[in-house]
């Protein structure tokens, strides 16, 4: 079992910078695949970000590339995101997850994570 908490969230100006972290619980963290999603209000949520065991590979959602990293400090049990050059339709509850399966094609879809956060509100002032 693995608990994952979220923070970092909070109101920004567009333009603005944030760095999330997701602290988990979890001794074998770094092992595990580990994930950015987002949901708005009526959306679905979505794929941002992913992150695999060491590090070594990253993938993006085309709408935040360039502009957000993924990162993770596997001596902490803590992964990243750091937004810049944020806009208001990054506006949305963004959360962590985390798979023990290695990164693998299916990485963008939300049923390839067992363990979630509970979720940190982003919101992007224009």
């Known amino acids: 079992q693995v608990q994952l908490l979220e923070s970092g969230g909070g109101l920004v100006q567009a333009g603005g910078s944030l760095r999330l972290s997701c602290a988990a619980s979890s001794r074998t963290f770094s092992t595990y695949t580990m994930a950015w999603f987002r949901q708005s209000p009526g959306k679905e949520r979505e794929f941002v970000a992913a992150?695999?065991?060491?590090?070594?590979?990253?993938f993006y959602a085309d709408f935040v590339k360039g502009r957000f990293t993924i990162s993770r400090d596997n001596a902490k049990k803590t992964l990243y995101l750091q937004m810049n050059s944020l806009k208001p339709e990054d506006t949305a509850v963004y959360y962590c997850a985390a798979d023990y399966r290695s990164l693998g094609a299916d990485y963008r879809e939300t049923n390839a994570y067992a363990y979630w956060g509970q979720g940190t509100q982003v919101t992007v002032s224009s």
């Open positions: 992150i695999s065991w060491g590090g070594g590979r990253t």
